[in-house]
């Protein structure tokens, strides 16, 4: 009740001098136009906005914390350069992302390109070969039986014991370290392929069965459509056992790369461009992820 | 008279794990066509089975089962199978899904268009011409329950099998599929089977409920001839003693003689 009477009380002072103020035979105003945030879309814009905010909070709340403690270990006598140096080292770095001094001197932005380069390669040939493997495996248990104990012993091992065989059959850097890229991320493909084959509700195949659908029809309609959030679910994974392997990979091998690039600048001592590194690879991978996470989206049914 | 569908000696027994369990034991039922009959009994007294068994999903380990004469080998389009969740495939539209079938069954004869027609034509059946676009996600339980129906009918089945079609909905959308079942079925004169729990739903649609006995190793108990006039109206039989009747003879063979066992398992 307080504040009606008070908020009464407000409007009429607040008018009472206005009303003073305007000669009676004051000139007809145009009609008012609606303020921007007084229309309809205007208001729901407000509205978004205020969501984003709320939403932004937490993560920002998150990694100012990070920065914090980054800046806190920098500034308590560790060698590690602070937010701030890394953040000027990074500025100069990105003014000229694609500058070629020669093999061993190369722009951030050509060691970027050129890992995404062997992660694409590799990763295709793992997803040519994997996904269709991962659908037999699904499809006939004798195969599966078959393939277990090998992927089973496989898949354990650690990306770089795969290193030296490739070096040694293709007797070159470049190759082999796709080959590692293609050896290591195939598996989630295989397994997760293999999966959503095996886990396509019965009733979707009695409908085949009862419809008596030609093999062709029952993989179009029924076990591919089923199968796509698997799949996509296996290349996701695959992307980033790939993008966590290359750092490595390219440190063994040399050549232009993110990795590489690591591995020289520990040499030159630069640890502002090491943590830019780590960074960039964080970044990259988010990127890649978020990306498959959309396609995904795209195809998915429910 | 031969019978349309001829079920003799039948018997189902699945290896498991455990052992052999023998779901169906000397089932003998002749069905003519154009009947309408209902599969009732406790859960797990294997009435699904005997129905898939009809659809070919399994092959029965004793007897025979004929259609029109012939020996039931497989599943095939002339027995339509409306299943008990529905199973329409998540991504494809209700136009798409009954599409499938339709292709299936009419594609060497009739051209695309031919097809098309049909296939919006028994969506009209169901009464689902406007949600034809609409994909299964996007509809409710009881207008998926009416494609799958659809589905099946769009094969112009020599048998329509239907495995608890209705037990998933709210008794009110149930009760308004049922009618809408019993007019589709009139105007079609469909063979039609359907496996059911309610004694209500199987007085009410069927011309002869089997009433099975509990398993392991269940057979038909009793069969009972529904003698109501055609077309039924569920209100009319709301007063009908004739209607309670009957259904306190399936009440009283599900209840009195085959109660259910405590629950062992």
Same mark, same amino acid.
């Not at chain 1, 000669?23 to 208001?43: N, V």
């Not at chain 1, 998150?62 to 602070?82: E, M, T």
């Not at chain 2, 080998?73 to 009954?98: I, K, M």
């Given at each position: 009740?307080?504040a009606v ?6 409007s009429q ?5 206005e009303?003073?103020r305007?000669?009676?035979a ?7 136009r609606?303020?921007l ?7 729901r ?7 984003a905010?709320?939403a ?7 990694l100012?914390l990070?920065?914090a403690l980054?800046a ?14 890394t ?5 100069e770095?990105?003014?000229d ?8 001197d190369?722009g951030i ?6 890992s @995404?380069?062997? #992660?694409?390669?590799g990763f +295709?040939f $793992?997803? =040519?070969?994997g996904?269709?493997?991962g659908? %037999? ?5 004798f ?6 104990p090998?992927?089973?012993l ?10 030296p ?8 850097a470049?190759?082999?370290s ?5 050896i290591?991320s195939?598996w989630?493909m ?5 999966a ?14 009862v ?5 062709f029809?029952?993989?179009?309609r ?9 799949v @996509?679910t296996? #290349?996701?994974?695959?992307? +980033?056992? $790939?993008? =966590? ?6 440190m %063994?091998?040399g050549?232009?790369g993110?990795?590489f ?8 001592l630069n ?8 960074f ?8 890649l ?5 959309l ?8 | 008279?031969q019978s349309y569908?001829?079920i003799?000696n039948?018997?189902m ?13 000397g089932i003998?039922?002749?069905?003519d ?10 859960s797990?007294?294997g ?14 380990t ?6 029109a004469?012939?020996?039931?080998r497989?599943?095939?389009p002339?027995?339509?199978v409306?299943?008990?969740n529905?199973?329409l495939l998540p ?10 079938a339709?292709e ?5 004869k009739e ?5 098309k ?7 009209e059946?169901v009464?689902l ?26 094969m112009e089945p020599?048998?329509?099998?239907l495995?608890e079609?209705?037990?998933a909905?709210?008794?009110l ?18 063979t039609?089977?359907?496996?059911t729990?309610d004694v ?13 006995t ?7 108990g ?10 039924r ?5 709301a007063?009908?003693p004739?209607?309670?009747d009957?259904?306190s003879?399936?009440?009283e ?8 066992p405590k629950e062992?398992?």
């Amino acid at each position: 009740m307080n504040a009606v009477t008070l908020n009464e009380t407000l409007s009429q002072t607040l008018a009472a001098p206005e009303t003073g103020r305007l000669p009676a035979a004051a000139p007809e105003l145009p009609p008012r136009r609606t303020p921007l945030f007084e229309t309809e879309g205007g208001k729901r814009f407000l509205e978004g906005l205020g969501h984003a905010v709320k939403a932004a909070i937490p993560p920002v709340l998150g990694l100012a914390l990070f920065v914090a403690l980054w800046a806190l270990i920098a500034n308590s006598g560790a060698k590690i350069p602070g937010p701030g140096e890394t953040w000027a080292a990074a500025v100069e770095l990105f003014s000229d992302p694609f500058y070629n001094n020669g093999p061993n001197d190369q722009g951030i932005g050509w060691n970027i390109l050129n890992s @995404l380069y062997r #992660v694409g390669i590799g990763f +295709g040939f $793992a997803a =040519l070969i994997g996904i269709p493997l991962g659908f %037999l495996i699904g499809r006939f248990s004798f195969l599966n039986q078959m393939m277990s104990p090998i992927i089973s012993l496989l898949r354990p091992v650690s990306p770089l014991a795969w290193l030296p065989i490739g070096l040694l059959v293709l007797q070159k850097a470049e190759p082999a370290s796709i080959w590692v890229i293609f050896i290591s991320s195939i598996w989630p493909m295989v397994l997760n392929t293999a999966a959503g084959v095996q886990r396509i509700p019965q009733d979707y195949m009695n409908v085949a069965r009862v419809l008596n659908l030609s093999e062709f029809k029952v993989f179009t309609r029924i076990l591919f459509p089923a199968v796509l959030p698997y799949v @996509l679910t296996g #290349v996701r994974l695959s992307i +980033g056992v $790939a993008w =966590l392997v290359i750092v490595a990979a390219e440190m %063994l091998t040399g050549g232009v790369g993110i990795g590489f690039w690591v591995w020289d600048e520990w040499n030159n001592l630069n640890v502002a461009h090491i943590i830019i590194a780590i960074f960039v690879v964080g970044i990259v991978g988010l990127l890649l992820e978020q990306g498959l996470m959309l396609v995904a989206k795209r195809f998915s049914y429910e | 008279m031969q019978s349309y569908v001829q079920i003799e000696n039948a018997g189902m027994t699945f290896s498991t794990r455990k052992g052999k369990f023998t779901a169906l034991t000397g089932i003998n039922l002749h069905i003519d066509q154009g009947e309408f009959i209902a599969l009732i009994g406790h859960s797990g007294c294997g009435k699904s089975t005997l129905l898939n068994l009809i659809a070919g999903l399994i092959d029965a380990t004793d007897g025979v089962l004929l259609l029109a004469n012939k020996e039931i080998r497989g599943p095939g389009p002339e027995r339509g199978v409306v299943f008990q969740n529905h199973s329409l495939l998540p991504w494809l539209t209700a136009f798409e899904n009954v599409y499938l079938a339709v292709e299936k069954v009419f594609g060497d004869k009739e051209s695309k268009a031919q097809m098309k027609a049909r296939t919006s034509a028994v969506l009209e059946l169901v009464g689902l011409a406007h949600a034809a676009n609409k994909l299964p996600g996007e509809i409710s339980g009881g207008m998926k329950q009416r494609v799958g129906i659809a589905r099946a009918l769009a094969m112009e089945p020599k048998v329509l099998l239907l495995d608890e079609p209705f037990g998933a909905l709210d008794a009110l959308t149930r009760a308004h599929l049922q009618d809408e079942l019993m007019k589709i079925v009139a105007a079609t004169k469909s063979t039609v089977v359907m496996v059911t729990h309610d004694v209500d739903e199987a007085v009410l649609l069927s011309d002869r409920i089997v009433m099975m006995t509990n398993g392991p190793a269940a057979s038909i108990g009793e069969i009972l001839a529904v003698d109501l006039p055609r077309p039924r109206d569920r209100l009319q039989l709301a007063h009908d003693p004739n209607y309670h009747d009957l259904r306190s003879q399936v009440l009283e063979f599900l209840y009195s003689r085959q109660m259910r066992p405590k629950e062992a398992a």
